[in-house]
């Protein structure tokens, strides 16, 4: 199975990332903006994975997560991926003020490892930009009070992708502390 691990974002702070998103559509480009029910902060991709890696993975997850204690996430700079000149993800950095998000995501890259970025929340995938330097600009200045969140649990999260995008369904869930 195709899998990642991080965290959703709440249904109470997607108001904010909808608000964002909406802003951004009015930019010249062609993007596909992730769901709301999809949005979600990254912490590793996995990949592909079969039953005893899953196992494995789960595992040593609940481990990681027994280390690290529950936080408030903030979500409050724009992040053109891999860049300004060619963007083809607009997401948010994500961090917290108590470290424990540092210590999460160390642990996760020190004890599973994966495809990992530093914490980030994607809002969209580009496809193409008829003005990348606008469009880059106007990202960037973009003004947007914080979102802000309560992370209590991590996720291990099956990814099936689809005519209309990825579905996202939970494998298995862990309680931070």
Not at 96 to 122: N, Q, R, V, W
Request: overall charge negative; aromatic content about 6%.
């Amino acid at each position: 199975m195709r899998c990642f691990i991080g965290f959703f974002v709440p249904e109470h702070a997607r108001s904010g990332v909808l608000a964002l998103q909406k802003r951004l559509q009015r930019l010249p480009m062609d993007a596909k903006f992730v769901e709301p029910e999809n949005l979600h902060v990254s912490l590793s991709f996995i990949g592909e994975a079969d039953d005893s890696a899953v196992a494995e993975i789960e595992a040593k997850l609940q481990g990681v997560a027994a280390g690290c204690s529950r936080f408030r996430a903030v979500a409050d700079t724009m992040k053109l991926i891999p860049n300004e000149s060619r963007v083809r993800v607009i997401a948010l950095d994500v961090r917290d003020a108590s470290g424990e998000l540092g210590g999460l995501f160390e642990g996760i890259m020190h004890d599973i490892g994966g495809d990992a970025k530093p914490p980030h929340l994607t809002l969209c995938r580009v496809r193409d930009v008829s003005d990348a330097r606008t469009v880059s600009e106007k990202a960037r200045r973009m003004k947007f009070d914080a979102i802000e969140f309560d992370v209590g649990e991590v996720v291990l999260v099956k990814s099936e992708l689809g005519r209309d995008g990825p579905a996202y369904s939970v494998v298995k869930s862990f309680e931070l502390k």
